[in-house]
């Protein structure tokens, strides 16, 4: 059967948020299918924040996205055809092949899911690429005591949201920083979070900061940067840790993003802040994604997802990220699978 392949490329660069002038919509024909070579049906594609700095031309962690090429992302698919002995028709992979309706892998480019242990879009979050940031952000830097304070930003987005719950498991106190009082309401009664700051509505976030943590803060995971982290950093205890996550509020500004000084408080607090990417514990993986398992199952972990329809919805999905309309994991539904087992 003769299958047209719909893409999403970039088509220029952006300054400040992206536009509809940032995406064209495109139709490839097929390759055909190769020795040690699978073809894949796109049934979910993740949109995340670092995919804005990929949009930029400028060196970092990870190469830039290429012009007029597509957008590469977190994808989970069915194999439709093998030229493979590692897979056949029928099984569920992922992979980057991003967005797009089908894709020409080699066997090397994807990995199979396991469908026994949790609905397979988990792959793309809590059991994926996003859990295994709080996993390791939380645990490795932010090294977290029972009985301590941990303050999260963007507490109710993907990351943030497993990181305040690895926090419980570990005996802290936890409070989470979110934009609207239905997030806050999930943090609280789902998730457990001790306290939640709803920094749109507050009029003085360094004056509930202090209420909601009269201990000052131990643990302060950045996923945001900007003044919510400015107020927070006040706040550190001596000896306090700061995983640098992420830094939302700055991504899109075409503006130099400047803010307060953090050497003093540093130096007086003996703090330590540092910066990760999930890249850096590539070989470390297996260990946080059979922990992460290990939790889910045990019912000490759940998540949220928001899930969009239509690959067309694709680019308004990407930027709702940046307006704050998502709980938990944003993911685009963009098609159906054909077999089942």
């Given at each position: 059967?003769?299958?047209?392949?719909?893409?999403?490329?970039?088509?220029?660069?952006?300054?400040?948020?992206?536009?509809?002038?940032?995406?064209?919509?495109?139709?490839?024909?097929?390759?055909?299918?190769?020795?040690?070579?699978?073809?894949?049906?796109?049934?979910?594609?993740?949109?995340?924040?670092?995919?804005?700095?990929?949009?930029?031309?400028?060196?970092?962690y990870v190469e830039p996205f290429k012009l007029h090429q597509v957008i590469e992302g977190g994808?989970?698919?069915?194999?439709?055809?093998?030229?493979?002995?590692?897979?056949?028709?029928?099984?569920?992979?992922?992979?980057?092949?991003?967005?797009?309706?089908?894709?020409?892998?080699?066997?090397n480019e994807v990995r199979q899911i396991d469908l026994s242990i949790a609905p397979i879009t988990?792959?793309?979050?809590?059991?994926?690429?996003?859990?295994?940031?709080?996993?390791?952000?939380?645990?490795?830097?932010?090294?977290?005591?029972?009985?301590?304070?941990?303050?999260?930003?963007?507490?109710?987005?993907?990351?943030?949201?497993?990181?305040?719950?690895?926090?419980?498991?570990?005996?802290?106190?936890?409070?989470?920083?979110?934009?609207?009082?239905?997030?806050?309401?999930?943090?609280?009664?789902?998730?457990?979070?001790?306290?939640?700051?709803?920094?749109?509505?507050?009029?003085?976030?360094?004056?509930?900061?202090?209420?909601?943590?009269?201990?000052?803060?131990?643990?302060?995971?950045?996923?945001?940067?900007?003044?919510?982290?400015?107020?927070?950093?006040?706040?550190?205890?001596?000896?306090?840790?700061?995983?640098?996550?992420?830094?939302?509020?700055?991504?899109?500004?075409?503006?130099?993003?400047?803010?307060?000084?953090?050497?003093?408080?540093?130096?007086?607090?003996?703090?330590?802040?540092?910066?990760?990417?999930?890249?850096?514990?590539?070989?470390?993986?297996?260990?946080?994604?059979?922990?992460?398992?290990?939790?889910?199952?045990?019912?000490?972990?759940?998540?949220?997802?928001?899930?969009?329809?239509?690959?067309?919805?694709?680019?308004?999905?990407?930027?709702?990220?940046?307006?704050?309309?998502?709980?938990?994991?944003?993911?685009?539904?963009?098609?159906?699978?054909?077999?089942?087992?």
């Amino acid at each position: 059967m003769a299958r047209d392949n719909n893409q999403i490329i970039l088509a220029e660069r952006p300054e400040g948020m992206p536009d509809k002038n940032t995406f064209q919509f495109v139709k490839k024909d097929l390759e055909n299918v190769k020795d040690g070579q699978v073809l894949i049906k796109t049934l979910y594609v993740s949109v995340d924040p670092y995919m804005r700095g990929r949009m930029e031309n400028v060196e970092s962690y990870v190469e830039p996205f290429k012009l007029h090429q597509v957008i590469e992302g977190g994808s989970i698919g069915e194999v439709l055809e093998s030229k493979s002995d590692q897979y056949k028709a029928g099984d569920v992979v992922m992979g980057m092949f991003g967005w797009q309706t089908y894709y020409v892998a080699g066997e090397n480019e994807v990995r199979q899911i396991d469908l026994s242990i949790a609905p397979i879009t988990t792959n793309l979050h809590i059991l994926g690429m996003t859990g295994l940031t709080a996993y390791f952000g939380l645990l490795d830097i932010g090294k977290p005591k029972a009985g301590e304070t941990v303050v999260i930003s963007g507490a109710a987005g993907s990351v943030g949201s497993t990181v305040g719950q690895i926090a419980k498991i570990k005996g802290a106190r936890v409070v989470g920083i979110a934009g609207s009082d239905e997030k806050i309401n999930f943090l609280k009664e789902e998730l457990n979070f001790d306290e939640g700051i709803n920094y749109r509505t507050t009029d003085d976030i360094k004056a509930d900061l202090q209420r909601a943590c009269p201990d000052g803060v131990d643990v302060y995971f950045d996923n945001v940067g900007g003044e919510i982290s400015d107020a927070v950093m006040t706040e550190l205890n001596r000896n306090a840790r700061v995983p640098v996550c992420g830094a939302i509020s700055s991504y899109n500004k075409e503006e130099q993003d400047i803010g307060l000084r953090v050497q003093q408080i540093l130096i007086k607090k003996s703090a330590l802040m540092q910066g990760f990417t999930i890249g850096n514990y590539s070989d470390r993986f297996k260990e946080g994604a059979k922990q992460l398992g290990k939790w889910l199952q045990e019912g000490e972990l759940t998540y949220r997802e928001t899930i969009r329809e239509g690959f067309e919805n694709i680019p308004e999905a990407f930027l709702d990220l940046f307006r704050g309309k998502n709980i938990g994991k944003l993911l685009v539904k963009i098609g159906e699978q054909e077999y089942r087992k």
